[in-house]
């Protein structure tokens, strides 16, 4: 599997890391910067490049995820779901590295280099890497739905127990 790789200077140290223990657990790293320390960097550069190579190799049928790294990971997450078709994961824990992939097929995940040890970050990407997703209705209708308002820019109907309510009524 292809795992492409984005992040700012806070990053870089994980993402070194990242790059050679993806190449020595059997997976292809691609890295898109930064290759050297620059504290005045921006992370959109990597981080767009990154989701955007995530994107390209699933839409040609390749198996393909990513991940991307700074401070915190939010800025990074944000960066990378401004590419259609991208869904990133901004992950802090065991659990949100798998259910990113089991509930919401996220192709990507976001980590904050600042928040967590090494050694957790690259827990978290393993778990991430080796979840499926589980495909059940509830969370594919709930991913048709994120899928159909990127394309369309509708939002989607309010269930009937919610008509009659709130700002839409």
């Known amino acids: 599997m292809r795992v492409h790789l984005g992040s700012d200077h806070a990053g870089l140290e994980l993402k070194d890391h990242l790059s050679q223990w993806l190449t020595d657990n059997g997976y292809e790293p691609v890295d898109h910067g930064p290759f050297v320390y620059d504290a005045l960097d921006d992370y959109p550069v990597f981080c767009l490049r990154a989701a955007a190579g995530v994107a390209a190799d699933r839409a040609s049928g390749l198996d393909s995820l990513g991940v991307v790294v ?100």
């Open 70 to 169: 700074g401070g915190s990971g939010n800025g990074e997450q944000m960066a990378a779901n401004k590419i259609e078709g991208i869904r990133c994961a901004l992950v802090w824990s065991d659990a949100t590295a798998t259910l990113a992939r089991e509930h919401n097929d996220a192709q990507m995940i976001s980590v904050g280099g600042r928040m967590h040890t090494l050694e957790e970050m690259t827990r978290f990407i393993g778990l991430f890497l080796a979840e499926p997703f589980s495909g059940d209705e509830r969370h594919v209708r709930r991913i048709t739905m994120l899928s159909d308002y990127e394309t369309t820019r509708e939002l989607p109907p309010l269930p009937e127990s919610a008509v009659g309510l709130g700002p839409d009524a």
